[in-house]
Nanobody, 123 residues
Framework: QVQLVESGGGLVQAGGSLRLSCAAS????????MGWYRQAPGKQRELVAT???????NYADSVKGRFTISRDNAKNMMYLQMNSLKPEDTAVYYC?????????????????WGQGTQVTVSS
């Protein structure tokens, strides 16, 4: 019903920057909270940042001051600007969205994940 596609990952040196994008498509009536999560090898998936429909944001302590989450509600897009990257930021980054699926006659809430995009930071 709904697809999330991440892009923008890659290999960067420590201290560098990357900008991740998440595009949502499908039978979207509206999108509530959106977020970025990451999973490093051998570790559990962890929250990076979240943003509400109204633009309120929340960040993991490890990325505060370095990463900025934003969204464009008109385009169903979300972004993550990552600056001052560190080797410990290396992970697969996933987009998550709480979506109201359907139309004005019938709709329901559901939660979706993207397929992930690899971010590798070399020292």
């Amino acid at each position: 019903q709904v697809q999330l596609v991440e892009s923008g990952g890659g290999l960067v040196q420590a201290g560098g920057s990357l900008r991740l994008s998440c595009a949502a498509s499908g039978r979207i009536f509206s999108i509530n909270d959106m977020g970025w999560y990451r999973q490093a090898p051998g570790k559990q998936r962890e929250l990076v940042a979240t943003i509400t429909n109204g633009g309120s944001t929340n960040y993991a302590d490890s990325v505060k001051g370095r990463f900025t989450i934003s969204r464009d509600n008109a385009k169903n897009m979300m972004y993550l600007q990552m600056n001052s990257l560190k080797p410990e930021d290396t992970a697969v980054y996933y987009c998550n969205a709480a979506v109201v699926v359907g139309d004005i006659l019938y709709r329901y809430d559901d939660d979706y994940w993207g397929q992930g995009t690899q971010v590798t930071v070399s020292s």
